[in-house]
Antibody, heavy 118, light 113 residues
Framework: QVTLRESGPALVRPTQTLTLTCTFS??????????VAWIRQPPGKALEYLAR???????FYNTSLKTRLTISKDTSKNQVVLTMTNMDPVDTATYYC??????????WGQGALVTVSS | DIVMTQSPDSLAVSLGERATINCKSS????????????LSWYQQKPGQPPKLLIY???TRESGVPDRFSGSGSGTDFTLTINSLQAEDVAVYYC??????????FGPGTKVEI
């Protein structure tokens, strides 16, 4: 059974760095072809693809946000971590992690709402 | 990056009727070497994460009812929901996975009764 769970702060101050952790089970990021992605959704708005990390440690980032994003993995803990620097109120969103298999997000976490406010 | 657009933004459909959602990509997502369209559809119900419905533009994910169907090729795609049910009320997103990530999503189409 594949599960993913996002964890991190619910409230972040402007200019701070956000660190989110995706803890997963039911698959391994050492398996060829497996990936984990972070996708966010501002309240009432569309999905936005942020970053992806692959089993071979390849990393991909949203073009407009890549200077602020870092994705990493800890395969021993079955975790993927996303950091986003210089947070702004417009970054208020639900942040999802998802398993990516054959380029498709077939399992998603329930999401973590992050509010950026002073 | 490939830009995805959808139409309409929202639509209201009577129970049992058909809903049609359109999706357009800024460049072709058809890979000529395998003749596959790298286009997927997701359903997102209120308060829930998205759920994969269709991939390769027309292949239903396991467990997805056959009233959902996808069609199209190249840059123009359609998601059709036949005989709409109450549980189909949701926002539907198309996504391209043709290029390296980011695999961009469309802006979504809200389906209401």
């Amino acid at each position: 059974q594949v599960t993913l769970r996002e964890s991190g702060p619910a409230l972040v101050r402007p200019t701070q760095t956000l660190t989110l952790t995706c803890t997963f089970s039911g698959f391994s990021l050492t398996t060829s072809g497996m990936c984990v992605a972070w996708i966010r959704q501002p309240p009432g708005k569309a999905l936005e693809y942020l970053a992806r990390i692959d089993w071979d440690d390849d990393k991909f980032y949203n073009t407009s946000l890549k200077t602020r994003l870092t994705i990493s993995k800890d395969t021993s803990k079955n975790q993927v971590v996303l950091t986003m620097t210089n947070m702004d109120p417009v970054d208020t969103a639900t942040y999802y992690c998802a398993r990516i298999r054959q380029q498709l997000a077939d399992y998603w976490g329930q999401g973590a709402l992050v509010t950026v406010s002073s | 990056d490939i830009v995805m657009t959808q139409s309409p933004d929202s639509l209201a459909v009577s129970l049992g009727e058909r809903a049609t959602i359109n999706c357009k990509s800024s460049q072709s997502v058809l890979y000529s070497s395998n003749n596959k369209n790298y286009l997927s559809w997701y359903q997102q119900k209120p308060g829930q994460p998205p759920k994969l419905l269709i991939y390769w533009a027309s292949t239903r994910e396991s467990g997805v009812p056959d009233r959902f169907s996808g069609s199209g090729s190249g840059t123009d795609f359609t998601l059709t929901i036949n005989s709409l049910q109450a549980e189909d009320v949701a926002v539907y997103y198309c996504q391209q996975y043709y290029s390296n990530p980011p695999h961009t999503f469309g802006p979504g189409t809200k389906v209401e009764i």
